[in-house]
């Protein structure tokens, strides 16, 4: 299986972490937005996109990116997706950080095969006050989800959103 993760780390470098978790178990390459191939993504079986929470929403870098991305004609043309994120406070229920995103994929012609997010150290203010929330985080039980759920993607089988 080809599979490439695009992923914007730019804090603590905690998604970075994730991504190449991820990575090793899909056997991907990890890229910045800005150095992805178009052709690359076209011809992977699998692509995932990852970044950090800023204010309630996904980086703009890696939305900007995948808004940019060719549509295929619908319906899906066999290409799998997956979204991830990082944030210091947990996701409300009604509406995941990831949602926009998966919506604009599925829009692209994706087929989005799940969701993973967990939490992160967050030095935005006011937690720099206080040197910041989930310190040790991602931890190891965070990077075993985060292999787990790749090693699904890659087995094939659904993982849990």
């Known amino acids: 299986m080809r599979a490439v993760i695009v992923c914007v780390s730019v804090s ?3 998604t970075l972490r994730v991504a190449d978790t991820m990575a090793r178990a ?3 390459k990890v890229v910045a937005p800005e150095e992805a191939d178009p052709a690359e993504l076209a011809a992977a079986d699998l692509v995932g996109f990852g970044s ?5 929403r996904l980086h703009p870098r890696l939305t900007d990116f995948a808004a940019a991305l060719p ?3 619908l319906p899906a043309t066999g290409r799998r997706a997956f979204v991830f994120a990082t944030s210091g406070l947990p996701p409300l229920p009604p509406a995941p950080f990831t949602r ?3 919506r604009l994929l599925e829009g692209k012609g994706y087929a989005v095969d799940g969701t993973f997010s967990c ?8 937690f720099r006050l206080v040197g910041g929330i989930n310190k040790r985080r991602p931890n190891t039980a965070d990077l075993a989800a985060a ?3 790749a090693e699904r993607l890659r087995d094939g ?3 849990a959103s």
Do not use: K
Request: charged share 15%; no cysteine; glycine share 10%.
């Open 147 to 149: 292999r787990a759920f």
């Open 100 to 102: 926009p995103l998966v």
């Open 26 to 28: 899909l056997e991907a």
């Open 52 to 56: 950090g929470v800023f204010h309630g």
């Open 119 to 126: 939490r992160a150290l967050d030095t935005w203010l006011p």
């Open 71 to 73: 549509a295929t004609a």
């Open 157 to 159: 089988e659904a993982p």
């Open 12 to 14: 603590h470098g905690n």
